[in-house]
């Protein structure tokens, strides 16, 4: 099993987005997941500028997937879409069925991210009869779920990743939570969740972190860390260990670690997300 880095799924300032993929580019992660995931009014790299950042990494031998939009809601968003789609040097992943249409009809190779519903053998064989390399199992399932799956379909399957490390990725919605929070409309929202590196905490009434606001994004407070799983995903057949960053630095990842108490792995054993449940 080896490492990927997905999108990073906050509003940095391009500087900031710089420095951090040149750090990359020195480090052991072998997969770059790159692109905006979360909102289209975050315009702080272009295209162009991904293309420039996914040319330096695969320099320094990583593999690049350039990532789209979990929530197309707008023409020009799908105009978007089609350019990323044919950029001729780097595959893509497809954050929902839009982007898998677009892929198709192109005949270009994509991953499936963590946000398209691949419940069962029979969705990921049709997707890969389309052109899946890979997919991302979606967040809220469980090891007995994907061992079933694998058991499913056999050698002949498209690689597995699972989101091993960082805030999950829970919903998207048209409406931003972030500047409703600051008392601005979605059309003028000013890119205030650029103010949240890390997104907008949320507590309960008993001052318990819940979730997290990022933007139209909705995450887990909690970080889920399943690095003690390791030796068993691998087992099991799971090829790629994804790590969502969060920060400047990456994760020490130690498999013998106990959890902290901001982390979390209940949706892997088949419990409630925000547990630890061993």
């Known amino acids: 099993m080896k490492t990927s880095l997905g999108p990073l799924l906050y509003c940095w300032d391009k500087t900031k987005v710089f420095e951090f993929y040149r750090a990359i580019a020195e480090s052991g992660i072998e997969l770059v997941y790159l692109g905006e995931a979360v909102c289209s009014r975050r315009r702080e790299l272009k295209t162009s500028d991904y293309l420039t950042l996914a040319r330096e990494l695969r320099d320094a031998g990583k593999e690049v997937v350039l990532t789209s939009l979990a929530l197309i809601e707008a023409a020009g968003e799908v105009t978007e879409l089609k350019k990323l789609v044919s950029n001729g040097e780097f595959i893509i992943e497809a954050n929902d069925m839009a982007a898998v249409h677009h892929a198709r009809e192109a005949a270009v190779p994509f ?9 069962n053998a029979a969705s990921i064989r049709k997707l890969a009869d389309w052109g899946m390399q890979r997919f991302v199992m979606p967040v809220e399932l469980s090891r ?21 490390y960082g805030h999950i990725p829970l919903a998207h919605s048209a409406r931003c939570f972030t500047a409703r929070h600051h008392g601005l409309a979605k059309d003028g929202c000013q890119i205030i969740c650029k103010s949240h590196s890390k997104g907008l905490l949320v507590q309960t009434q008993e001052s318990q972190p ?11 407070a909690a970080c889920v860390n399943l690095a003690s799983e390791w030796h068993n995903m691998a087992a099991m057949g799971v090829d790629w260990f994804r790590i969502s960053p969060s920060g400047m630095s990456l994760p020490n990842l130690e498999t013998s670690t106990p959890l902290s108490g901001n982390e979390c792995n209940g949706y892997w054993f088949g419990e409630a997300g925000f547990n630890q449940a061993v």
């Open 144 to 164: 007995e779920w994907l061992a079933e799956v694998l058991s499913q379909l056999g050698t002949s399957r498209p690689e597995v990743e699972v989101l091993g």
């Open 111 to 119: 991953v499936c991210g963590p946000h398209i519903n691949l419940y």
């Open 210 to 220: 819940l979730l997290r606001l990022n933007g139209i994004q909705t995450q887990s």
